[in-house]
């Protein structure tokens, strides 16, 4: 659990695309699973909660919430750990803290406590397991990065099918504390998968040529640089209008069928529906997002993809029926598995392997206030107007004008990207980075010179896209 610099992910190291990695895809779809499903899952116990503790359903909707918001608002805090620690160990007390906090909740005797317990301490420790699986997948894989993103991210419509029945059994069976208990039990499958996440180990050099390239990548505990880059500042601004509306269709569509007329059940098999759909959409588009000519436009793909989703909310406004609830929830299944399987695939394009840990952290943060705003002003506006429609045209406005601002940010970033192609920063660590060769000896001087040139020649072997005209954002 010490090693901490060999989890640092050495420059030097060449992706393996495969090997070990397959082990920690494996353990990437298990916490990619448990991180966006368990928050949905828990909500079949909010009926025995409200009967127990005498409280309102939204009362217990909190709970879901706070886990969301623990998800999203602790990323800088996952970032700062994954930097100073390494991922394995992050991911190792994580598993704890998600487990402990289920066992918890299962003895409260109040709301309050369920909050604290199920709440924050689960949601702190789904959250500190979800973001460094992300980041070792990203320094794992790199020509089949997309294929490797798209089949993580399908742990989350498998989950959700998976433990959305297996709750209702359990709260039959055993009660909330006993579901509750067993949960918990289950969720000590993020250990495993952290101590699958097993650190690359970089190239074996002199003394001298280590120091001298340990210098070079050293990391910040948090690194703010990222935001000079035009292109990941472009992309969270999309990302957080994203998440705006792009929660608010699965969380209404239910209640949509029941409010035409038709039974819970019928109402609630549309959910099956878009989550076996999106099970095989994200894998699908991991694979085209890999193709040779797509992958270079990765971003453009996204885009697409955040239209579509948007385009789909539209049309789902104007559905009478069932049967038109039904294409929605096919094509939204589609459009959501492919925004679901490339937001991360781009925004390790755009920041690459050694500030993606900082990155997904400032990003999560952003997203984390979208998130809290996005499906409450809903409902609000909901009970303003007491049709659904407004809500999905509302919805599918924001996650198509996410989608304009990162095409149109792109094209703008690519004009200023072609005129500036060496950055201030790019030239302090090539100048820092000459004075330490003059301090070492000629012989270790000559394996510097060679990792040096390994790096500016064949970027794509350290887990990083190289920079061209159509990635640089």
């Known amino acids: 659990m010490g090693a901490v610099v060999a989890d640092d992910g050495p420059s030097g190291v060449k992706a393996p695309d495969g090997g070990w990695g397959w082990a920690v895809l494996f353990g990437c779809f298990i916490i990619t699973g448990f991180s966006y499903a368990f928050p949905k899952a828990v909500s079949v116990f909010f009926k025995e909660l409200i009967r127990e503790f005498g409280i309102g359903y939204s009362d217990t909707a909190w709970i879901s919430s706070i886990l969301l918001a623990m998800l999203y608002g602790t990323g800088p805090l996952c970032s700062v750990c994954v930097n100073r620690f390494g991922c394995r160990p992050v991911m190792l007390v994580g598993g704890l803290f998600a487990s402990m906090g289920m066992v918890i909740a299962s003895f409260c005797t109040s709301i309050v406590q369920i909050y604290l317990t199920a709440g924050v301490i689960t949601g702190l420790g789904l959250a500190l397991n979800f973001q460094p699986s992300l980041i070792m997948l990203n320094r794992y894989f790199d020509k089949r990065r997309p294929l490797a993103n798209g089949l993580s991210a399908a742990g989350s419509p498998v989950f959700l099918c998976a433990l959305s029945p297996l709750g209702q059994i359990l709260q039959h069976e055993y009660g909330w504390r006993g579901g509750f208990l067993i949960l918990g039990g289950m969720l000590l499958n993020c250990c495993v998968c952290g101590a699958l996440m097993r650190p690359l180990e970089p190239p074996k050099k002199s003394e001298a040529t280590k120091e001298a390239v340990e210098k070079k990548v050293k990391k910040k505990l948090l690194d703010f640089s990222v935001f000079k880059d035009g292109g990941f500042v472009i992309y969270t601004l999309a990302a957080s209008i994203m998440v705006l509306g792009l929660f608010v269709p699965p969380v209404f569509v239910v209640s949509y069928a029941k409010d035409l007329g038709y039974q819970d059940t019928k109402a609630a098999f549309l959910l099956t529906i878009l989550g076996f759909i999106d099970i095989f959409a994200r894998p699908v588009c991991g694979m085209v997002a890999g ?139 090539r100048e820092e980075l000459n004075k330490s060769e003059d301090k070492i000896p000629e012989d270790a001087k000559v394996d510097s010179i060679e990792v040096e040139q390994f790096l500016k020649d064949e970027p794509e072997k350290n887990g990083e896209v190289v920079t061209n005209p159509e990635t640089c954002v």
């Not at 989703?309 to 294409?327: A, E, P």
């Not at 840990?357 to 952003?366: C, D, H, N, P, T």
């Not at 206030?369 to 409902?379: C, E, F, N, T």
């Not at 004009?415 to 060496?422: D, G």
């Open 291 to 429: 193709l040779k000519w797509v992958r270079p436009r990765c971003v453009y793909l996204f885009s697409f993809a955040m239209i579509f989703n948007g385009f789909t909310d539209l049309m789902g406004s104007m559905s009478v029926d069932y049967g038109g609830l039904v294409v929605f929830c096919i094509f939204f299944g589609i459009s959501y598995g492919m925004v679901g399987a490339l937001q991360f695939e781009v925004l390790m394009a755009i920041v690459g392997t050694q500030k993606f840990s900082s990155a997904i952290g400032l990003v999560l943060l952003a997203e984390a206030m979208a998130v809290l705003i996005g499906p409450p002003s809903a409902g609000k506006l909901l009970d303003a107007t007491g049709k659904y429609m407004f809500v999905f045209i509302i919805a599918g406005i924001e996650v198509t004008t996410s989608a304009l601002v990162l095409a149109l940010g792109n094209f703008f970033c690519i004009k200023k990207k072609s005129e500036e192609p060496h950055t201030k920063e790019e030239a302090a660590e």
